[in-house]
């Protein structure tokens, strides 16, 4: 691991030391204080990577300030500022300071993030949301299929939690409260798409990476590809693009239901790779010629209907939790190289060999150098439904918690298989484990998830502890891997790693 930051790290100490203090001399602190609620941390996290094939990752440190302020009886305003010195980022070059709400590869450090920024208006029936804000639907945890209004932060794959991951979108949220039924109501005027790394950065999807080559079956030999990451293309910016949901929800002797609608974008990457085919003539005499590939890896944005329902029940010392979601026009992504290698036929390149030949002689031998687009279809739409249950058992200090989950594809074709999908199903199950020691000031955690169709693996055991109120340390173990490399976790077994972090609220 690098110690890029080592100038740092000693003055992020000190202004742990000297921040309280410069706060409280202020002359207008007190004034401030009895105005705005100001709290927050300055959190280091460093990792140790377990395998050398990895990206460098160097240390992070995160500033995060929460305001309050209440306006009036009738209102409140809360802000959540985050600045961020990002080990992750290689290279950055975006040159801009604040995360923007179009762009899925930001590509700055250090940055700034706002979080969240809204005005609460309340009302006797009914309370109203206004600014960036985020959404919690559904009953699972961490993965919640009706749940689909914000985007996720996907810079650390899914490993941080979904509160974290899920980001804050410009939006009007309505919540109504009658003696029959709860609705709330969430419009966003325009989508705000999900954030990836780069492709050089650790975090980066390696099956959206382009293959290195694609093979011909000819004398020609596998053709050498480069891929390019095109940033997405967002829809414009009307009434018809906007994406809204609806919840309703009753609690019903002793059970907490819901009901739902969503109209809008997928929350998960969908991809497109049309492909530039270069033949250059290096030899005119022989015939020689050389043939490269540019893979364009474009994002696409397609809109979707997703029905939904929950519930939550109390017995005892245990909970259970279910979800269901179905998804009426869902768009998949197939496999880059299947596609690749069934578009590069021994006929199509014999029709493109020959327009080569035809624009050769046509320009005087002097046109050597010709490109030849290929626009594979990568995407298949399909109807789906994604559908979990959770149970949660509660003893003293102890929670333990586990959750079924699978998706189905009825209409799943074998002939032209799918990312992240065997079949038509998709099945795992998650574990989770807590327990405090010491007067509750240690914190000993467990979690794991299983998939049965790719076999992949993710086990995160960690440690926290409080030193005070107000300092938090954690350590912590993530190994990954799984049978398929090109699955959703199986894709970053070289990423396994050892993680420290350090807290400081206020």
Known sequence: MKIRHALTIP?????????????????????????VSINGYLESNGIYALEDSSPDEDPSYMFELRLKSELGSWGMFTAIVQGVDDGKVIDA???????????????????????????????????????????????????????????????????????????????????????????????????????????????FPPVLR??????????????????????????????????????????????????????????????????????????????????????????????????GCDFSTTYGPFTIRGEYAYFDGKYYTRKTEDVLADEITLAKQQDIMEEFLRELIRSGFTKTRQTFLLEPDFELQMDSMKYGIGLDYIHGDTTLSGQLIQEYIPDYDE???????????????????????LQNTMEANLDMIYNFNFKYYLVRPWLAYNFSDSIKATLGLIWLG?????????????????????RYSF
């Open 482 to 502: 799984g049978e398929d490399e090109y699955s959703l976790i199986g894709q970053y077994e070289d990423n396994d790693q050892v993680y420290a972090k350090l």
């Open 210 to 307: 382009a293959p290195v080559t694609i093979p011909t079956g000819t004398l020609i030999g596998d053709i050498p590809v480069t891929g390019i990451y095109e940033e997405i293309d967002l829809p414009a910016f009307t009434l018809d693009n906007s994406e809204l949901g609806i919840r309703l929800s009753r609690y019903i002797a002793g059970w907490d239901l819901s009901v739902s609608y969503f109209r809008g974008y997928d929350t998960m990457p969908v991809y497109t790779v049309p492909t530039e085919l270069i033949i250059d003539l290096e030899n005119i005499l022989s015939f020689e010629t050389a043939v490269e590939a540019l893979a364009h890896v474009k994002p696409q944005l397609h809109q979707m209907q997703v029905f």
């Open 11 to 35: 003055a992020l100490l000190a202004s742990l030391a000297i921040a309280p203090t410069a706060f409280a001399a202020g002359e207008g602190f007190d004034k401030l204080k009895e105005a």
């Open 415 to 437: 002939h032209k298989p799918i990312r992240f999908n065997d079949g038509g199903y998709d099945t795992i199950i998650t574990l989770a484990f807590k327990h405090y020691f």
């Open 93 to 203: 070059d975006n040159g801009r300071l604040i995360n923007e709400f179009d762009a899925i590869y930001q590509d700055k450090n250090p940055f700034l993030n706002i979080d969240e920024a809204y005005v609460d208006i309340y009302s006797d029936n009914a309370d109203f949301r206004i600014g960036i804000q985020k959404f919690a639907w559904g009953r699972l945890d961490e993965i919640n299929p009706s749940d689909n209004l914000n985007t996720e932060d996907l810079t650390q794959a899914s490993l941080n939690e979904e509160s974290e991951r899920k980001i804050g979108v410009p939006a009007f949220k309505a919540n109504v409260y009658t003696d029959l039924i709860n609705i709330e109501l969430g419009w966003i005027p325009r989508y705000v798409p999900y954030r990836l790394a780069t492709s050089e950065e650790r975090w």
